[in-house]
């Protein structure tokens, strides 16, 4: 494993893992959820970086600032100027993000007019979170009890539509409590309508920490999708 920084700070820094032999021109990159917390870090999804380095993948997995001391939009240009240091470091003709939960977030909002999106149960209304108590009250928790509803619509991929990357897969599970499986149906719905880029799969019986779990299926489907995608 190789570790890169892409600022002068201790926190922002990519995990770079490369198979014995690299088989697949694509570069993945991972963005970890956890409600912008400071106790979820990029080690919650260190199995999806597995699972595709043994599939013969290059894949970075970017650790952002986030918590109270590091205020939005602190996380989105972490992952921003984290995306921009793998371009420059790993140049390749496709760029595959992967995001779960607000990594989801994260990757829907920074994604290039090129570069493929896999959103796992993302978060993409702020607004509803904050309104439904998601997450265990995390918009509160992260943006504040008084933040205004312009500043959570900044925030919301639903208001940056349609979605500048040039396809996304969004998988979710219909078991999911942490982040409403309505959102994505609606962000997956008026995408659909602005631009065709987008699919949707909805999961029975999956949770919100399942899916990042790489035994399941839908792993499968991905690696299905990334190829399917490269070849066009």
């Not at 993948?57 to 918590?67: A, H």
């Not at 500043?151 to 940056?160: G, I, N």
């Amino acid at each position: 494993m190789e570790r890169i920084f892409y600022r002068d700070n201790e926190q922002c820094f990519i995990d770079v893992a490369k198979p014995n032999e690299v088989t697949q021109t694509d570069l993945i990159m991972l963005i970890h959820g956890g409600y912008w917390r400071v106790d979820k870090t990029l080690e919650t999804v260190a199995d999806i970086q597995t699972y595709f380095t043994k599939k013969g993948y290059v894949v970075c997995n970017i650790e952002y600032r986030r918590g109270e001391n590091n205020p939005w939009p602190t996380p989105s240009l972490d992952v921003n100027s984290a995306v921009e240091k793998i371009k420059q470091e790993f140049p390749t003709d496709n760029y595959v993000l992967i995001g779960h939960s607000v990594g989801g977030q994260l990757a829907l909002l920074n994604a290039g007019e090129q570069d493929r999106v896999i959103a796992l149960a993302p978060v993409t209304d702020l607004i509803y979170t904050r309104d439904h108590h998601l997450g265990d009250d995390a918009v509160q928790e992260y943006f504040g009890e008084e933040a205004s509803d312009t500043e959570l619509v900044k925030a919301s991929p639903c208001h940056h539509l349609p979605l500048k990357a040039a396809s996304c897969l969004i998988i979710h599970g219909a078991d999911d409590v942490r982040v409403d499986v309505g959102t994505t149906i609606r962000y997956f719905q008026e995408n659909l309508t602005a631009k065709n880029n987008i699919e949707l799969l909805i999961l029975p019986r999956m949770a919100h920490q399942d899916i990042i779990n790489p035994i399941h299926d839908h792993f499968s489907y991905c690696l299905q999708w990334i190829k399917g995608n490269m070849d066009k």
